[in-house]
C-alpha cells in the first residue's frame, strides 16, 4: 500500500484525521509537525518566531525529504505546500487528501493563532493565508474531502472510501 497524504489548512483537522485513518488502516501515523519540532527540540512557533516564516519552510521541506517510509498516514503542517519539490516528494509516493473547510471554519477552529505554529508572512492575516494557500491545495490534491459541514465520522469514511478507489 502506498502511503496517504493529508494536506489543509490549519485547523482542518489533519492530524486526527490522520490518526484514525492509520488506526482504521491498520498504517504508521506520521505527523510532520512533530517530526520538526522533534528533529530541531524546538516548538515550531519557536523556529518561526526566532528564524522566520522562510527559515521555516526550508526546515519543513528538508523534513519532508528525509522521510523514508511506506504504509503510512502522514499529515502534513499547512505550509507544506509551498514547497513543490516536498510535495512532488510526497505525490510520488503515496495518495493526497486535501481537507477542505471555508475560512469562517478555520477561523472558528484556531484559538491559538500565536502559538500554533502558523505560517505568516509580514502584514499577512488569516484571509489573505487562507487565499493564497487554497489554489495550492487545490492542485496537488488527488482527493477532496469537505470538511466544513460534515460530521467528522462522514469526513473519514469518506476519505476511506475515496482513497479505495485509489489505492
Excluded: W
Excluded at 490518526?19 to 528533529?39: M, P, R, Y
Excluded at 518566531?49 to 521555516?56: I, R, S, V
Amino acid at each position: 500500500m502506498k502511503n496517504i497524504i493529508i494536506i489543509g489548512m490549519p485547523g482542518a483537522g489533519k492530524s486526527t484525521m490522520g490518526v484514525i485513518l492509520a488506526k482504521t488502516l491498520g498504517l504508521k501515523f506520521i505527523d510532520t509537525d512533530i517530526v520538526i519540532q522533534e528533529k530541531s527540540g524546538r516548538l515550531l512557533q519557536d523556529i518561526i518566531d526566532g528564524e522566520g516564516p522562510a527559515a521555516f519552510l526550508a526546515i519543513e521541506e528538508k523534513t519532508i525529504l528525509s522521510l523514508q517510509c511506506r504504509n503510512a498516514v502522514i499529515a502534513t503542517g499547512g505550509s507544506v505546500v509551498f514547497s513543490g519539490k516536498a510535495m512532488e516528494y510526497l505525490k510520488s509516493g503515496g495518495l493526497v487528501i486535501y481537507l477542505r473547510i471555508s475560512f469562517e471554519e478555520m477561523e472558528k477552529r484556531l484559538n491559538n493563532i500565536t502559538t500554533r505554529g502558523i505560517v505568516l508572512h509580514a502584514g499577512q492575516g488569516l484571509r489573505d493565508m487562507y487565499n493564497e494557500r487554497v489554489p495550492l491545495y487545490e492542485q496537488y490534491a488527488d482527493i477532496t474531502i469537505d470538511c466544513s459541514d460534515e460530521h467528522f465520522e462522514d469526513c473519514v469514511r469518506n476519505a476511506i472510501d475515496k482513497s479505495d478507489e485509489f489505492i
